[in-house]
Structure formats: structure tokens, C-alpha cells
């Protein structure tokens, strides 16, 4: 039996759900234009397509992939009005943070001394505070900063690779004091590392408090047997860093003895750099455990400086022999034993694979071409793991310009809010309702518990209740709902192209989606919404324009990019 | 107010000490409040929760040795476990589970899991939700491919649903499963002409996950909008505690009173990766299990009699590390705990082998060994409660026979 004709209609089969059948043919320039607006910035702005081929599309990109050298003054200047982005972590937590503790030390004294509710102790306290000096002010405000940018910033490149590499090294808000530390995450340690070496943005990451807190690394120590010899006493256990604190003052722990946590050992490994089937033990996982024992946050009071930044506490680090990936490290050994270990990590091939293929899965194809994510991942270990030179060689690819990526992929719910307001041309004035949408829509910001991250996937995106949710964000801000965000269609259309339904439509569709939309799609709206009224009415009038507008925002075509 | 069968079924029991009387649930089953259909409700704690902080091996010094700080006591001190066969108990904030465990409605099953060596979340609850552990290659999860056997004619679009923001792998497939949040924000907020408009549109062109997902979006949005379900208050005096499990089930229980055609529910629960500061009677853990127990008791209390034809079980990754860690908490380990609770369950046992806790006895010398598949019991509930024809695509490759099931439904 002649298994050729099956498996030849097998592969083709596969070609088709991997969004992947090599076409003769070629984008023309209208739709390079919004391909490049599509994945490349968070979709266009009205007429921005006109704009960026009349540029040229190549040098358009080209200014993207430096975007130190586009001025962005307008909306540095509105996250700049935000007072949390100037402050340390030392800060924040000072000013954000201690009226939580004192009200919940007061409340724990009070309930002591009578009959009173603590929780209603701590309530009453907290209604004290003035409404800019709560908790929720920094997460507020970082949400804000990132929708403001996303939406408004003509960095647009330089805001999709922050979402990139945020979600790569995910830390979660919702875990303890992790909301007061992501401000300084996002903008001391992400930002600046974005287009540099890899391992530059690893290690930064490994030295972020916030990311030492939300994957535990900050409390792991040596276990007492192999603690430095003169360091063995009791009582210092209280000076480590912030996440023992809490844990020590409490009478059950005082005097007792911490130990390692391999948490971070573990998903540095699996998730930030060689991927789970790279060929790592147990045994290694625990061992660099034990490397970066002493990775850990400072505190005010170690004297060194403000508190809640990195600190490498040598009394905490493991003194014994170890052996992690066969690399072996001689007892008596500090800090540079776990900056070895990321600078191994970081060049290691399975890393530069990983990281390749997450940008491709990206930028190009769910199921991005094994030959590509090959010579990305090339790209990145000749050139040192350089981020810039890697994303250019995801998007110089032919791959990136296949007709086949075209509008292949489904948007993310950050890169459908998103591009729903540029595409209104929105005026924000309170991002709120749209960090509410993107909960519903099922990816709030800093929200993702596990380490993973969000999944870069439709089939995870999309789901009934989500869809939902996206057609009836569409139609709320298209027809200005949206207290805060505020966007007038009916201004999109050039005058005179408003005066007859067909046309109106056809205006609308180029200038929200600045393309076309397919003819079923019109023909739908026409005939719903258009057409519906009887003959002997107006025959149309621009109040119908916010209901199309909405139709077409939350059409199957404005879904993908 | 108390459902008052249940009362004084409980209430009777206890005065026999329980031990002859079957499930309370068994005899309310086919109610004519539920028209005879059955409904799985399958939780997920997500992050792993410590299997052995929830049943508690008290009978085992060996606990008490790997965990100085975070152990639950023996039974009879305070914050002691609650004593369930001599040997086990249930962790103190579990009190609100001990009635249907004692009424014979609730089963455990003890060092079950998924046999895949892996410690990690991701891979480990991708290797559960697929069903095929160790396979990394399957598309759809097995809940779907457990719901897409059943041939029955007109299908509900409403038969498989998950109360959360997107489509948890367990029930991703061609089943169509329908994730939501909110019963009563589901549907287009709008005329009716701009819903119809969305339906077409979607309806004409779109191939692929799109398309399919709004087909069944607007019908479910139908039925939904019809049944009307969030306008049922919770029953029996039954009070959901808040937080994100009480709220799923409430809803859970709404669609199931509706008579929507929920075959399969689904929710999950995170919170449980505990690896500092865990607790032991009391703490982290102590918190969410309290949250959690209630948040079941709350829905078994609001269903009432319909509960005869509900199984609720409940799932975790893997379990966690025997020894707790230097900082009072566990690492990843490998075998956990699971509940069943609900009509046709053989409760008021903990099943599965014990594979004991001294050193020689761990799974790589740090875990709970398992000694039940985790598809067994799954594969004795699919049939049972959901009458799966065949398991053969449920759980590929794997074998199902009756033999190996553990006998927890009647």
C-alpha cells in the first residue's frame, strides 16, 4: 500500500493549521502598511496607514527598533503627572504601603484590648488615609501608564516588546507586596533592557525585588549545615530581607531556622530561559537553588542604603559544594556563583531557541515555521543574545511579510482594547474603564497568577464568554460609553462621504480598520443597520454611525491581525 | 433555613454512627426538579495545593517528623485534625465538608495524581486537563473529548461550561464549551438588530476558532437569556462565602436549577502554591481551605435534593513535598489528594492505597508516592455519572477497564 498521497495531504493539512502555506504572491503596499501597524504597534490610528507608506514602510520600522530616537514627549509628559512613576521601591512602600501596616498593627492591638472586629479596626483606620495615598494608587497608576502608553505613544514598537518581555518575566500583582514593587519592575528593570543583551535583561530581572518576592527566591536560604561557619547564631535571622520579616516577627518562627526554596531555581529554567524539555534534573533545579541562596531585597535598616532593593546576603548562601548542569562550584563561594549561572543560562542554545520562538509566536504565527524560529535563534547566539538584532531578524524575515501571516493571527485582548481606541482615535482622560474591559475580556494587567504569563494563542483568547465581551466593549466605546475614553466617529469621515449609507460604511471600514473589510462583513452591516429602515423614513442619517462603528470594531475582521 | 431532608437524614445518621446507611443524596436522585440529568462539577486547585495538610495522615509519625512547624495536630487537640477512619482526618478548616463526609456523601481519594514525573504547574496541569500525561502533542482536553462521546440530539449549548475568563485546557475541543464569568452580563448589550448583525457576520465568513465560538456564543446567550438563571437565590439557608470558588459555584448552581442542559461544569480555584509561610492549623493554607470548603458546602446545601444527580470532584497538579521547606512552606511534590461529593458517591472512605511516608516509601525520596491514576477515578465517574459510552479517546492509550476502578459510585 502507497502511503505517499496520505501523508503528502497530511502535511498539507498541518501547512493549513499551522497558518502555514508559502505564497507566490506578495502583501502590496497598503497591506505591509497595516501589517507592520498590526504587529509591530498596537494597530493604526485613522489614517496612520497613509501616513507610514507614504514614510515608507522599511523606514518606519527602522525608527521602531530605536525608539530612543523618537521624541514621545506628550505622553512622557502624561505618565510623568502620575506621582507613583518618579518613586523608588523604598518610596512606594513608605508612603503606599506603612499606613496599611500601622492600621493593621493598631487594629491587631485593639482587638486585643476589647471586643471590637479587627477587620472593621483596620476599615475604619484605612478610611483615614487620604484617597492619593492608598494601597490601590500604585497599581492605578502603573495600569494607567501602560494602557496611556500602548494606546498614545509613538514608541509603538518599543510598548509591544514591553508587553513581550513583561509577560516573559511575569510577576504577578496579586501577590503580597508585589503591587508596590512592579513600578520599579516595569521601569528600572524591563524598560531599559529591552533592546540590549539578553543576558543583561536576565540578570536584571534576578536582582528585581519584585521578581525575588513573587517567585519566593528572596526567603531561600542554606540549610543550617551548610551556612557559613561564624554566621551559625540565632537572632540574625530578623534582619533578612522583606519576605522573612513578616514570618519572623511572628512568635511561632522566633529563633527558627529558614532553608531553601526552589521556587525561582526552578522557573529561571524552565520558563525565563532553556524551556521545561531542555534536559534538566530535579537534582539541578535544587542545586541552583542553592547558587542563588542570598538573592535577596535589602532592608532600611541593613544601613546600606533605602531598603527594598537587591542585596546578596552572604549569611543566607549556601557554603557547600555544588553542581548544576554539570558546572561545578567549590565551596566558599558568594554572589558570582549564581551570575555565572545566568550568564550560562543566558547563552545556553535551548535559551536562544525558547526566546526565538516565543518572538515569533508573537509577532508571526501561532504556530510559528520551525526554519524561522532556527535562524532567529541563530541570530541570537551570534550576536550574543542581542535583542534588537533578534527582533530585527523576526521582522526582516520572509516569513513576517508572508501573505499567510497576513491577518493570521487573533489579537490579544490587549492588543484588541487597544487598538479599538487608537483605531476611535480616542481621547483618554481616565483609562480606567478600560483596565475593567481587558479583566472581562480576560487579561487584566500584572494579572496573571502563574509564572507563565498570558498564552500568545487564539485558542486560549478565544472562548464564548470572552467574545462576548469584546463585541459589547466595541460597541460601548463606539458609541462613547466609556466614561473617560472618549472617541467621535461620526469626525472620522471625511464630509460628504456621510451622506448616503453604502458609502458611509465603506469610509468608516478604511478609516477603523485601515483596510477593507470583506464583503459578507459589509453587506451584514448594510443590511442590519442601514437598510432596516423603511423606505418612507430619512433615508440615513449619521446617528446610525456609532452602531456601525461598533459593528465593525467588533467584526471577525478587526479580531485579527 | 435548613433543607429539612437533609437535616434530619444528617441528623439520623449521626444518631447510628453512620456506618450502614448509604449515601443521603442516593435516594433524592431523579428528583423531578432535575428531570433525571446528570452534572459533573469538576474544581481545579490550581497551584498545587498540599494534599497532605488536607487529609492528613495523622496515624503516620513519620507527618510529624518531615513537618515540624506546618504539621495539622493529631485529632482531639486543639486545631487538631478531624478525625475521619483512625487514621486520617480532615484539616480543622475542612469542619464544614465533615457532615457529608459522615452522612456517607463524600469520598476522598488519597496519593492520586497524575504518574508524569514533572514538578512543573504548567506542564503538569496541561498533562491532567489533557488527559494524556506525557503527551505533550494533544490537542483538546478530556472533559471535552469525555462530553463530545455523547451523541445526544438537539446538544445544549450550555452543556459544557467553565466559570472562568478563558477556556480552560480541560475543556478546550470540539465539544464547544462555553466560558463565562458573569450568567447575567453574557450576551450582547445592545438592539437586537446589532446582536443579529454580530450573529451574521461571524455566521457568513469566519472559519476556524472564530467563527465556531460565536456560533455557539449567540446560541448559548439565547438559551441563557430565556432560563433567565441568575434570578434563582441560593436555597436551604445556603450562604457562599465571597471570593472567586463561591461565586462559580453559586452560579454553577443556578444553571444546574435552570435545567439548561449542563452536563459538565467547570471552575477553578488558584491560591495553593504554598511555598513560604504555608501554616498548618492554622495560616495561608488554613484560609483557602476554609474559602473552599465553605464554598462547597454552600452549593450542596443550595442544590438540595437536586445534589443526587451531582458529582463534585476536585483536582490539583500534583501534590507537595513531605518535608516542609526552610521557609515553612512546600515545594513541588507529586502525589494529592481529590474529593468526590454528591449522589451515587460511596462516601464516608477514603480510598486508594496508602503508600506510607518514611523515606524508602517516597516517590524520589521527597514526595507522596501515587498508587491511583488520577484517570481511574476519572474514567469511573465519565461512566457512571455521565454514561460515556467509551473511554477509549477519552484517556488514549491508557487502559480503562472496570477492573481498575476503585468502586467510589455506586
Known amino acids: 500500500m502507497n502511503h505517499a498521497p496520505k501523508l503528502l495531504a497530511g502535511l498539507i493539512a498541518l501547512a493549513f493549521l499551522t497558518g502555514f502555506t508559502t505564497s507566490d504572491s506578495k502583501l502590496n503596499d497598503r497591506q505591509r502598511a497595516l501589517h507592520a501597524l498590526n504587529r509591530l504597534a498596537f494597530g493604526p490610528r485613522p489614517g496612520e496607514v497613509d501616513v507610514i507608506m507614504k514614510t515608507g514602510v522599511d523606514t518606519w520600522i527602522e525608527q521602531q527598533l530605536h525608539p530612543e530616537g523618537i521624541p514621545d514627549r506628550a505622553v512622557e509628559a502624561r505618565v510623568a503627572a502620575l506621582p507613583t512613576m518618579m518613586l523608588s521601591n523604598a518610596q512606594i512602600v513608605k508612603t503606599y504601603y506603612e499606613p496599611v501596616l500601622l492600621a493593621r498593627k493598631q487594629a491587631n492591638a485593639e482587638a486585643k484590648n476589647g471586643d471590637v472586629d479587627k477587620k472593621d479596626v483596620r476599615r475604619e483606620l484605612m478610611r483615614d488615609v487620604p484617597a492619593n495615598q492608598r494601597p490601590q494608587v500604585v497599581m492605578n497608576e502603573l495600569v494607567a501608564q501602560r494602557i496611556l502608553r500602548a494606546a498614545e505613544s509613538d514608541r509603538q514598537l518599543n510598548e509591544v516588546m514591553v508587553d513581550f518581555w513583561m509577560n516573559h518575566f511575569n510577576v504577578f500583582s496579586g501577590k503580597g507586596i508585589d503591587r508596590f514593587l512592579l513600578t520599579s519592575y516595569e521601569r528600572d528593570v524591563i524598560r531599559p533592557h529591552i533592546w540590549g543583551r539578553f543576558e543583561d535583561l536576565l540578570m536584571a530581572t534576578a536582582k528585581s525585588p519584585a521578581m525575588l518576592f513573587y517567585l519566593d527566591n528572596a526567603r531561600s536560604m542554606a540549610a543550617p549545615e551548610n551556612r557559613p561557619a561564624m554566621q551559625q547564631q540565632r537572632g540574625f535571622g530578623g534582619r533578612f530581607g522583606f519576605g522573612r520579616r513578616a514570618m519572623m516577627q511572628r512568635p511561632q518562627f522566633q529563633g527558627k531556622e529558614g532553608g531553601l526554596n526552589e521556587n525561582y531555581a526552578r522557573e529561571i529554567m524552565e520558563l525565563h530561559t532553556l524551556g521545561v524539555d531542555a534536559g534538566y534534573t530535579q537534582k539541578d533545579v535544587t542545586e541552583l537553588a542553592r547558587v542563588l541562596t542570598g538573592w535577596s531585597i535589602s532592608r532600611e535598616r541593613d544601613g546600606s542604603g533605602e531598603g527594598a532593593a537587591f542585596v546578596f546576603r552572604p549569611q543566607m548562601h549556601d557554603a557547600g559544594t555544588k553542581t548544576v548542569l554539570g558546572i561545578r562550584f567549590a565551596p566558599g563561594g558568594g554572589i558570582e556563583e549564581g551570575e555565572r549561572m545566568i550568564h550560562v543560562l543566558a547563552h545556553q542554545p535551548a535559551t536562544a531557541h525558547r526566546i526565538a520562538y516565543k518572538l515569533c509566536q508573537r509577532l508571526v504565527a501561532d504556530e510559528p515555521p520551525p526554519a524561522l524560529v532556527d535562524r532567529v535563534a541563530k541570530k541570537f547566539l551570534a550576536t550574543d543574545g542581542d535583542l534588537r538584532q533578534t527582533v530585527r531578524a523576526v521582522i526582516e524575515s520572509p516569513e513576517f511579510w508572508d501573505p499567510a501571516s497576513y491577518r493570521a493571527k487573533v489579537k490579544s485582548p490587549f492588543e484588541y482594547t487597544i487598538s479599538a481606541v487608537r483605531a476611535v482615535n480616542a481621547q483618554i482622560t481616565d483609562p480606567a474603564p478600560i483596565a475593567r474591559a481587558l479583566q472581562q475580556i480576560g487579561e487584566p494587567l500584572y494579572g496573571a497568577q502563574p509564572p507563565t504569563g498570558y498564552s500568545d494563542k487564539a485558542d486560549v483568547w478565544i472562548n464564548t464568554g470572552a467574545l462576548m465581551n469584546r463585541l459589547n466593549f466595541a460597541l460601548s466605546l463606539a458609541s462613547n460609553k466609556l466614561p473617560g475614553v472618549h472617541g467621535d466617529v461620526v469626525a472620522l469621515i471625511p464630509a460628504g462621504q456621510a451622506a448616503d449609507a453604502s458609502h458611509s460604511v465603506e469610509a468608516l471600514a478604511l478609516a477603523l480598520t485601515g483596510g477593507n473589510l470583506t464583503e459578507e462583513t459589509r453587506n451584514t452591516i448594510k443590511s442590519r443597520i442601514v437598510e432596516r429602515k423603511a423606505p418612507s423614513e430619512d433615508p440615513w442619517d449619521n446617528t446610525q454611525l456609532p452602531t456601525v462603528a461598533g459593528l465593525i470594531l467588533g467584526s471577525p475582521e478587526f479580531q485579527r491581525q | ?410
Open chain 2, 1 to 410: 433555613m435548613i433543607d429539612r431532608r437533609i437535616f434530619l437524614k444528617s441528623s439520623g445518621l449521626a444518631l447510628v454512627g453512620g456506618s450502614l446507611l448509604p449515601n443521603v443524596f442516593v435516594k433524592m436522585a431523579n428528583a423531578a426538579t432535575t428531570k433525571g440529568s446528570k452534572t459533573l462539577v469538576a474544581i481545579f486547585q490550581r497551584g498545587a495545593v498540599d494534599g497532605l495538610n488536607v487529609i492528613v495522615p495523622f496515624g503516620e509519625k513519620a507527618y510529624y517528623d518531615a513537618r515540624p512547624t506546618i504539621a495539622v495536630p493529631r485529632p482531639g487537640v486543639e486545631g487538631g485534625a478531624i478525625d475521619l477512619d483512625g487514621f486520617f482526618g480532615l484539616h480543622p478548616s475542612l469542619a464544614s465538608l465533615t457532615p457529608y463526609f459522615k452522612d456517607h456523601s463524600a469520598a476522598f481519594v488519597h496519593a492520586v495524581g497524575s504518574p508524569d514525573a514533572t514538578r512543573s504547574h504548567f506542564d503538569a496541569q496541561d498533562f491532567m486537563e489533557s488527559g494524556t500525561p506525557g503527551v505533550k502533542s494533544t490537542e483538546d482536553g478530556f472533559l471535552s473529548r469525555a462530553v463530545g462521546m455523547k451523541k445526544e440530539t438537539p446538544v445544549s449549548p450550555l452543556r459544557a461550561v467553565a466559570l472562568s475568563p478563558a477556556l480552560p485546557r480541560i475543556l478546550a475541543g470540539s465539544a464547544g464549551a462555553v466560558a463565562m464569568t458573569n450568567l447575567s452580563q453574557f450576551g450582547i448589550r445592545g438592539a437586537a438588530n446589532v446582536s443579529s448583525g454580530f450573529e451574521s457576520m461571524y455566521a457568513e465568513a469566519v472559519a476556524g476558532t472564530l467563527g465556531g465560538t460565536a456560533k455557539e456564543s449567540f446560541e448559548a446567550a439565547r438559551i441563557l437569556k430565556s432560563a433567565d438563571p441568575q434570578k434563582l437565590q441560593p436555597e436551604n439557608g445556603a450562604v457562599y462565602p465571597n471570593g472567586p470558588l463561591g461565586n462559580s459555584l453559586r452560579q454553577i448552581a443556578q444553571l444546574i436549577k435552570s435545567n439548561v442542559g449542563l452536563e459538565v461544569a467547570f471552575a477553578d480555584v488558584s491560591g495553593w502554591d504554598t511555598h513560604a509561610g504555608e501554616g498548618g492549623a492554622q495560616g495561608q493554607l488554613a484560609n483557602n481551605l476554609r474559602n473552599f470548603s465553605d464554598a462547597i458546602a454552600a452549593f450542596t446545601r443550595d442544590l438540595g435534593s437536586r445534589m443526587g444527580d451531582v458529582v463534585l470532584v476536585t483536582m490539583s497538579e500534583f501534590g507537595r513535598t513531605v518535608r516542609e521547606n526552610g521557609n515553612r512552606g512546600t515545594d513541588h511534590g507529586h502525589a494529592n489528594v481529590m474529593l468526590l461529593l454528591g449522589g451515587g458517591v460511596k462516601g464516608g472512605k477514603v480510598y486508594g492505597k496508602w503508600p506510607g511516608l518514611s523515606s524508602q516509601q517516597l516517590y524520589e525520596n521527597r514526595d507522596l508516592a501515587i498508587t491511583t491514576d488520577f484517570r481511574d477515578v476519572f474514567s469511573e465517574l465519565l461512566t457512571k455519572q455521565l454514561a460515556v459510552p467509551s473511554l477509549k479517546s477519552v484517556f488514549p492509550g491508557y487502559d480503562t477497564s472496570p477492573s481498575k476502578w476503585k468502586g467510589i459510585l455506586a
